[in-house]
């Protein structure tokens, strides 16, 4: 099957639908606030299909809705999102060589020390993950990681916009989604699988909890910690 007809297929399942009401939602699925476990739970047949993000709007083009179709989505914490997704491009692309040092991409992100690491996100982006040269993505990744990539280096927010009164659950309080889950989707929660969660340090030279870092997440998902109320 070709990437098109993945992405359609995944575009489609990316519309739930309530099995006690006649209600349907636009699930947005940003980058790690636990997606792939959840998309296991709520969209089985689609577990061996790519896992991609795609934007409130874009869900609703490609399904030919209109607007009026409710958003769904869960937020997190920038600063754990962005330790998370950091850890995600060392482990979860290739176990062996680390993405960052692929000797195929042209911006190789720095890792000696924690302030090389910032100043390359500075040099490179703007405020809210605005790319300053549009190929930056590419520059950083190949076609066969540009999804990821272009997804996680994205705003929480940029993937809500369009959307009037979208219902936000916190990752930091999955309960209440699995609560809303079961009174308004009819799905049984107790089978929701933890998967994904990489537990081994991060293995660079990088303070990922220092100042450095802390004030150059708020550079980069600034209007996040505005919208979805972070401090």
Not at 34 to 44: D, F, G, H, N, V
Not at 75 to 101: A, Y
Not at 145 to 162: E, P, R
Not at 212 to 220: A, D, G, M
């Amino acid at each position: 099957m070709c990437l098109n007809s993945y992405a359609l297929m995944n575009f489609n399942n990316m519309i739930l639908k309530s099995n006690i009401h006649n209600n349907q939602y636009a699930w947005v699925r940003i980058p790690k606030t636990a997606t792939r476990a959840y998309a296991k739970l709520l969209l089985p047949e689609q577990d061996r299909l790519p896992h991609t993000h795609s934007s409130y709007s874009k869900i609703i083009e490609n399904n030919n809705l209109d607007y009026t179709i409710p958003c769904l989505t869960v937020s997190r914490n920038p600063h754990s999102r962005f330790i998370s997704m950091m850890k995600h491009f060392c482990f979860r692309l290739d176990l062996e060589t680390p993405l960052f040092q692929y000797k195929k991409y042209s911006l190789a992100i720095p890792l000696e020390n924690t302030t090389d690491f910032c100043n390359f996100f500075y040099t490179h982006y703007e405020k809210n993950c605005i790319p300053k040269d549009r190929l930056t993505h590419l520059k950083i990744a190949h076609y066969g990681v540009f999804n990821l990539y272009s997804a996680f280096l994205k705003t929480q927010t940029s993937f809500i916009q369009g959307a009037e009164n979208p219902i936000i659950f916190n990752y930091e309080n999955l309960g209440e989604f699995n609560t809303w889950l079961e009174t308004e989707i009819g799905t049984d929660t107790s089978q929701l699988e933890h998967i994904g969660k990489i537990e081994t340090p991060f293995p660079f030279n990088i303070d990922l909890q220092s100042d450095e870092v802390r004030t150059l997440v708020k550079y980069l998902f600034e209007e996040d910690y505005v919208r979805f109320n972070y401090v």
